[in-house]
């Protein structure tokens, strides 16, 4: 699964898209339902470091 696709399946993400030659990722969200620590762990779980 893709970083994009795994921060997107988040309830309260709005918005995800890497740029993967600068090697970030903007996230629109609501911080009333998703937390950093909920993006991070997602992140993760799909094979990268954050």
Partial sequence: MS???ALK???GV???VVDL???NVT???????VSV???KK???DTGYEV
């Fill in 21 to 23: 030659d600068k090697g």
């Fill in 37 to 39: 620590d909920d993006m």
């Fill in 3 to 5: 970083v994009e696709n």
């Fill in 27 to 33: 996230v629109t969200y609501d911080p009333a339902k």
């Fill in 42 to 44: 997602a992140i993760i």
């Fill in 9 to 11: 399946k988040l309830n």
């Fill in 14 to 16: 709005l918005k995800a």
